[in-house]
Nanobody, 124 residues
Framework: QVQLVESGGGLVQPGESLRLSCAAS????????MGWYRQAPGKQRELVATITSTRTTNYADSVKGRFTISGDNAKNTVYLQMESLKPEDTAVYYCNVRGITRINILQSQPFDSWGPGTQVTVSS
């Protein structure tokens, strides 16, 4: 089992910044991909940004130039620095981590874990 703990959400005014963190723990052999998704009320969950183990990043067009995803491989942690926040960024933000977990000394299997979500509200 791989558990994810998110932190950093909150209420901010338009134009302000927030930094989200997500730490993965458990029997992790390696991590291939870490990312952030978000879901606004009445809308489907959408990709915000992802980062691979080789630090290749991908961003939704709506956040390019404002959000930055980064990772700390040693800590199995992914961050999302959000700048120039807009009311339309209001959503529950979910962390996603994919990789390989070790079952025992001889066996491993892939995992795809999600965090419980953290609320980000941008409002004046």
């Amino acid at each position: 089992q791989v558990q994810l703990v998110e932190s950093g959400g909150g209420l901010v005014q338009p134009g302000e910044s927030l930094r989200l963190s997500c730490a993965a723990s458990g029997s992790i052999f390696n991590i291939n991909l870490m990312g952030w998704y978000r879901q606004a009320p009445g809308k489907q969950r959408e990709l915000v940004a992802t980062i691979t183990s080789t630090r290749t990043t991908n961003y939704a067009d709506s956040v390019k130039g404002r959000f930055t995803i980064s990772g700390d491989n040693a800590k199995n942690t992914v961050y999302l620095q959000m700048e120039s926040l807009k009311p339309e960024d209001t959503a529950v933000y979910y962390c996603n981590v994919r990789g390989i977990t070790r079952i025992n000394i001889l066996q491993s299997q892939p995992f795809d874990s999600w965090g419980p979500g953290t609320q980000v509200t941008v409002s004046s």
